[in-house]
């Protein structure tokens, strides 16, 4: 079965370094999204991508973040100077259609901890 | 502003029993409801979608209902199995849109 594929599963970086988390979503999807998960919180939206383009945000998503998708098949998350509470669980999702009889399919997830 | 509402408090069932979970929103009219399953330190799976004119859904022995009236979507297990203990969100979503917005969850604890 496809997957979505998340690289590094774990990063630890100082605060105020940049991180880059990587994402490869399913090759047929369209939608991409970005996604977050404070320890023993709910899932956050953080942003979604269409079309080369950024379809919608939340208020989470300020100006230290940024999504790219260099090339056909990567989906990046760029976080400019970490702080200690964006130390989370982030989650990359594809899906096809919008909405999809498919659901969104997830990644395994980045746990990034910010020292 | 919109509102997703899941029991907080885990459920705690014998195997072989139903588990019944519930999510009610507020403030919005989705046009479908999509459940997942999340494991401790794994990404959601998604499990079904329901839309709004569809009042039941199975797939196996899981089953959805969605109820435009009352706001309210119920998440039925049968037979469950100590496998199926997770956490299950919920994720109403109005059409047009494509941006799953998550309940909090409720965590599903099957005992043998």
């Known amino acids: 079965e496809p997957e979505v594929t998340q690289t590094p599963s774990h990063q630890v970086t100082q605060m105020g370094q940049e991180v880059i988390l990587r994402c490869v979503p399913i090759s047929n999807h369209l939608y991409f999204y970005w996604y977050r998960q404070i320890l023993g919180q709910k899932v956050e939206f953080l942003v979604s991508?269409?079309?080369?383009?950024?379809?919608?945000k939340s208020e989470i998503f300020d100006d230290q973040f940024s999504v790219e998708r260099p090339d056909g098949s990567n989906f990046t998350l760029k976080i400019r100077s970490t702080k200690l509470e964006d130390s989370a669980m982030y989650f990359c999702?594809?899906?096809?259609?919008?909405?999809?009889?498919?659901?969104?399919?997830f990644g395994s997830g980045t746990r990034l901890t910010v020292v | 502003s919109q509102k997703i509402e899941q029991n907080s408090e885990a459920l705690n069932i014998q195997e072989g029993k139903t588990a019944t979970l519930t999510c009610n929103y507020t403030?919005?009219?989705?046009?479908?409801l999509q459940w997942y399953r999340q494991d401790p330190g794994r990404g959601p799976v998604f499990l079904l979608l329901i839309r709004e004119n569809e009042k039941e859904k199975r797939k196996e022995r899981l089953k959805v209902t969605f109820d435009t009236t009352l706001k309210q979507s119920l998440f039925h297990i049968t037979a469950s199995q100590p496998a199926d203990s997770a956490t299950y969100l919920c994720a109403p979503l109005s059409g047009g849109y494509n941006k799953l917005i998550f309940g909090a969850g409720t965590r599903l604890a099957v005992h043998p």
């Open positions: 991508f269409y079309n080369n383009e950024i379809s919608e």
């Open positions: 999702a594809s899906s096809e259609k919008k909405p999809s009889n498919y659901g969104y399919t």
């Open positions: 403030n919005y009219s989705p046009a479908y």
